[in-house]
Each structure stands twice: as structure tokens, then as C-alpha cells.
């Protein structure tokens, strides 16, 4: 791998963040730039994540910065996201790769205490992982759980007048769950079983679902290269489960 799909993602976080770009249409456009199915898996985890998580990466760096937190470059800001967020949240990611990546990264921006800078955060947040999670686990409740599951302050306030701490937390970690990545097969084109035994050959682990007969769930990657299925050959896969699971007549609506 080449790695560019930092580059990318850097690049999509910050017109997401700073010229309201669409997650989902800058996403498709740089996914076609990328050959690699790993990379375009990475690509996808990480924007989603970054953004996901954006409250927690944000309150991580601002606890280990020097510099204000308003003050940081915005590419700078994003390289650190992406950074933080793989070194908590991607196991299969080793840290110090992670680190030399970001530094290598904010080198283009031809400013070497940029590149420093980034190197000191990230290096920082692994030393001090464990300090930093007793500092939230001691802040006031609703900051702590803003923080923790990257919710706004006002939206806690919000469920917290229908439902106790634990429902609370039980709500935010299922909101923060990331759903099934489920397709269908088009049996006209293809069937089920031979799409899942082309996956299993290009190393995608699936599996077919529970209550759809063309379902099919990925386990093991959140993007797929769909060119040589060809694009009528799958399709998304809610409508065909919610047709299984309920029996309507031709003329009624689901709403």
C-alpha cells in the first residue's frame, strides 16, 4: 500500500468540516481513485469513525496541546483526528505506524514544527491513554458521557429526562454501534452463493443473513470494489428484509 488514503481522508474531513462537503458523495469520489481493497476499507472506516467520534478526538487534543485548540492548522486538526482515533479505535493498525504516517503527512505542509507537532501529539496520547481516561471518567456526568460517546451536552440533557444513567448509556452505545453492512443479490444477474464464494476468493469474509433469502452480510470490510460483480448484480439490502420479515398486501405503504 501506498497509503494514500490518508492523504484522502484528510482531504474529505476537512470540506466536510470546514465547506459542508457530504461524507457519502466525497467518499464515492475518492473511493474511485483507490485500486487497493484494503486501502478503500481504511479509507471509509476512518472518515466514518473521525466523524463519529469527532467530540471525544477533539477534547483528546485539546487536553494534550499547547497550542489553542482554534489556533491549529485545519489540515493539521484533521491529521490529528484521523491519528487519534486509529491508535484508540483500530487494533489491527500498529501506533507507531500510525505516528510515522501522520508525521509524513503533515510534512507536506513544508513546515517542520507542524510535522513536530503532530509527532508530540500522537506519542503523547499513547504514554498517557490510561491518565486520560481516569481525567474523563472525573469530569461532571454529562460532560463525561458528551465526551465519551461524542454527543452533544444538550442532547444528554435531552434523554436524560425520559431515562436513568443506565438506560442513558445503553441508548448512546447502541447509537454509536455501527450497523450491519448488508447487501442483496440480484438472482436474475447472480446468485447468492456464488457472490459470497467470489468474496471468500478475494479475501472477504460474509455470510448470509438471518431473514433475507439474497441477503448477504460483510464482516470483514465496509467497502467493496464492485466492478467486476457489475453494479446490477447487488443491491442494498433493507427493502428485501423488511418485504421477508412482514406480510403487506400490494397497496399498503411502510412507513
Do not use: H
Not at 486538526?77 to 484508540?88: A, C, F, M, P
Not at 455501527?178 to 468474496?199: A, G, Y
Request: charged share 35%; with cysteine.
Amino acid at each position: 500500500m501506498d497509503y494514500k488514503y490518508r492523504e484522502f481522508a484528510v482531504d474529505i474531513l476537512f470540506e466536510i468540516n470546514n465547506k459542508d462537503g457530504y461524507s457519502n458523495v466525497l467518499l464515492n469520489e475518492y473511493m474511485d481513485k483507490i485500486n487497493n481493497i484494503q486501502e478503500r476499507n481504511l479509507l471509509n472506516i476512518t472518515v466514518n469513525g473521525v466523524l463519529e467520534n469527532k467530540i471525544y478526538l477533539d477534547w483528546i487534543i485539546k487536553e494534550l496541546s499547547n497550542t489553542k485548540f482554534q489556533k491549529i492548522s485545519k489540515k493539521i486538526l484533521e491529521i490529528l483526528r484521523i491519528g487519534i482515533y486509529q491508535i484508540e479505535f483500530l487494533d489491527n493498525i500498529n501506533p507507531k505506524i500510525v505516528v510515522y504516517e501522520s508525521v509524513e503527512e503533515a510534512k507536506k505542509n513544508k513546515n517542520k514544527y507542524l510535522s513536530k507537532f503532530v509527532n508530540g501529539i500522537l506519542r503523547s496520547f499513547i504514554r498517557q491513554r490510561l491518565e486520560l481516561k481516569k481525567s474523563m471518567e472525573r469530569l461532571e456526568n454529562n460532560k463525561y458521557l458528551s465526551i465519551k460517546y461524542s454527543f452533544p451536552i444538550s442532547f444528554i440533557e435531552k434523554i436524560q429526562k425520559e431515562f436513568d444513567i443506565k438506560e442513558i448509556k445503553s441508548i448512546l452505545e447502541s447509537l454509536n454501534k455501527r450497523p450491519d453492512f448488508t447487501i442483496r443479490s440480484n438472482s436474475t444477474l447472480i446468485e447468492r452463493d456464488e457472490i459470497i464464494k467470489i468474496f471468500k476468493e478475494k479475501g472477504i469474509e460474509s455470510k448470509k443473513t438471518k431473514y433475507s433469502v439474497k441477503g448477504i452480510n460483510i464482516i470483514n470490510s465496509d467497502f467493496l470494489s464492485l466492478k467486476n460483480l457489475g453494479k446490477r448484480s447487488i443491491k442494498p439490502g433493507i427493502r428485501r428484509c423488511i418485504s421477508n420479515l412482514f406480510k403487506y398486501e400490494v397497496d399498503e405503504t411502510i412507513l
